[in-house]
């Protein structure tokens, strides 16, 4: 039996173990053992939790007893570059492993839901140009009068029927548990679509919708860092209330409306050619056209706004109240 095999069996039967325990358990060093699991986990076959000195492995949940995957190459090529589920005990698993697992889970057939969901996504396509997604028509449905030039996604946060998208998951993810590296995985795969609108709308100044609520590790501050942009900083502040309201708590677009309004504001006078505006979710949109509204007001701007989110809605007022 192939040292890979062995490892499958003993975690399958012991639920988890250690890399030196592995070691022991195949007669094999410790190096020996790290190469084998480090392909198994490339594979999605194994997952590991927990951080040095304590780190454990385990099957992968996709893994499922009976479960026969028959999928089309080119089904296979699509779900692996676009599907991702985080599993409630925090399992980040990616492609048609990821797939299976929430098949399984949701009681789904496998090979009907695989064809429905790469319609889906080719459904949601169109609504794709030069790989961004306009969100002003969104934006005219829901206000009687809109401040920004342009409004674009970088992704719809969820689709119908089968939930959060790759970057709906990763945002919703990095942004709660505050943890580094998960925003940094979502800052590395966001990167370069952000640099090209830069690029493509001859962008002179940047700002930062600020967040409202206090965390260790705030996503927008961590974004702005990573994102290393060489740009102009355009100065936003979020006013601090007695009692702190969140956008995502609101359901009434009036009430997000004065929310937007009163509490963030544009702490500067200077004049400005190009400015994006980037948030984390566009739900409304009350935030970006509020924040435009007050730099027109201030008549800070030589040329257009353009407005950039990392997901959005699809529908016209849908509140995102997770993220």
Known sequence: MKTSERIKQYLSKNQQATGHELADYLGITDRAVRKQLAALLVKNLVVKKGRPPKVFYQLAAAIIPGVSVSLSPKQTEIIDANYLIITPSGEKMTGVPGFVYWCVKTNQPLEKTARDYVSALVKYQRYRRYGLISGMSKLKETFGRVYLDKLYYLDFYSLERFGKTKLGQLLLYAKQSQDKKLIGELVDGIKK???????????????????????????????????????RPLALTKIKTSVIVPQKTLTKLPDRIENARQTIIVDERGKHNNILLIDDAVGSGATLNETAAQIRAKKMIKGKIIGLAITGSFKGFEVISEV
């Open 193 to 231: 679509q952000i640099k090209t609108v830069i690029a493509d709308n001859k962008i002179s100044s940047v700002g930062f919708i600020p967040p409202t609520v206090k965390r260790q590790v705030q996503l927008m501050k961590e974004l702005q860092k990573k994102l290393r942009l060489n740009l």
